[in-house]
């Protein structure tokens, strides 16, 4: 039978060792280090009991250790979080060179839609409408029908409603109408029966400055079913004819001597396909129609 000794239920002596400094915050991990050591000899102790004693709980909670800042240097505080900076966002100057370029040719392609539809439109009207379009062009279809219908073939002068006249009886010889300008006064019942075949017949007051007769003469020289001459006491500077049209201008720039040209010649006509350069024609001037071939002795055309 063992014998317990009688110093194995002591308890952990609390009581600061003489002479040992009392410890502070940091030297709690050494305290429990000399409870242990403590217990570690009750321990042996008590081996020789039955039943060994039951380690007992540490009394001390051990806290964590407090950090202290280094002698001679301030804790360091928070530094307050620095603001974020936006970016800036740099505006590119825009780039005109693509942009002048995509323009041109937008303006460029719209141009020729344009044109194309335009060329459509114009083949699609009929000389008529055509001519009906020429601002201040008088269109004797409309305006005299009985009048345009009159187209005998007769000798001698005749009298007309219009000075020039677009339309009437008129001799069986026709004006030479090859391009031929005339630089005096020619018979209007020659000049008619001309248009009759498709001529366009420009007519212009003897006042009229030498250049501007000239800027006439270059559309009439070398052109077929095309004639000129001067015409006293023209009421305008110029006058255009075609069988049943007529416009008058007051200078030889004016456009829409071109536009009665093209829309007209050739085509406001009674004897379409008849030549205007050949058979029954004359080149004399002057006022008075020359009745070739009523005496028999020269043979007279059937138009």
Same mark, same amino acid.
């Given at each position: 039978m063992s014998t317990q000794h009688g110093g194995g239920n002591r308890k952990p002596s609390t009581? !600061?060792? #003489?002479?040992?400094?009392?410890?502070?915050?940091?030297?709690?991990d050494a305290d429990l280090e000399d409870v242990d050591a403590v217990e570690d000899s009750e321990v042996s102790d008590s081996e020789e009991t039955a039943t060994p004693a039951k380690p007992k709980a540490n009394p001390r909670k051990s806290a964590p250790a407090r950090k202290t800042a280094p002698a001679g240097k301030r804790p360091a505080t928070a530094r307050p979080a620095a603001k974020k900076i936006a970016p800036v966002k740099v505006k590119q100057g825009m780039s005109w060179g693509? $942009? !002048?370029l995509f323009t041109?040719?937008?303006v460029l392609a719209l141009g020729i839609v344009g044109f194309a539809g335009y060329q459509v439109y114009e083949n699609g009207l009929g000389w008529r409408d055509r001519a009906d379009q020429i601002s201040g062009l008088k269109d004797y279809?409309?305006?005299d029908k009985a009048m345009v219908g009159q187209r005998e073939h007769v000798w001698g002068p005749q009298t007309y409603k219009l000075s020039p006249p677009v339309a009437g009886n008129h001799n069986p010889n026709w004006q030479r109408c090859l391009g031929d300008v005339y630089t005096s006064q020619i018979a209007s019942e020659h000049a008619l029966h001309s248009m009759e075949h498709g001529a366009v017949w420009i007519t212009y007051n003897p006042s009229l400055p030498a250049d501007q007769v000239e800027a006439l003469a270059k559309r009439v020289r070398g052109n077929d079913y095309m004639l000129m001459s001067?015409?006293?006491?023209?009421?305008?500077? $110029? #006058?255009?004819? !075609?069988?049943?049209?007529q416009l008058k201008v007051d200078n030889a720039s004016d456009k829409r001597i071109d536009e009665f040209i093209k829309a007209?010649?050739?085509? !406001?006509t009674l004897e379409a396909g008849t030549p205007c350069s050949s058979g029954d024609i004359i080149t004399e001037t002057g006022s008075t129609p020359r009745d070739l071939g009523k005496d028999g002795t020269t043979q007279m055309g059937s138009n």
């Open positions: 009581k !600061a060792v #003489s002479g040992a400094k009392p410890k502070q915050g940091g030297d709690e693509p $942009i !002048a041109t040719v937008g279809y409309k305006l001067p015409y006293p006491n023209l009421d305008a500077p $110029i #006058s255009l004819q !075609a069988w049943g049209y007209l010649r050739q085509n !406001a």
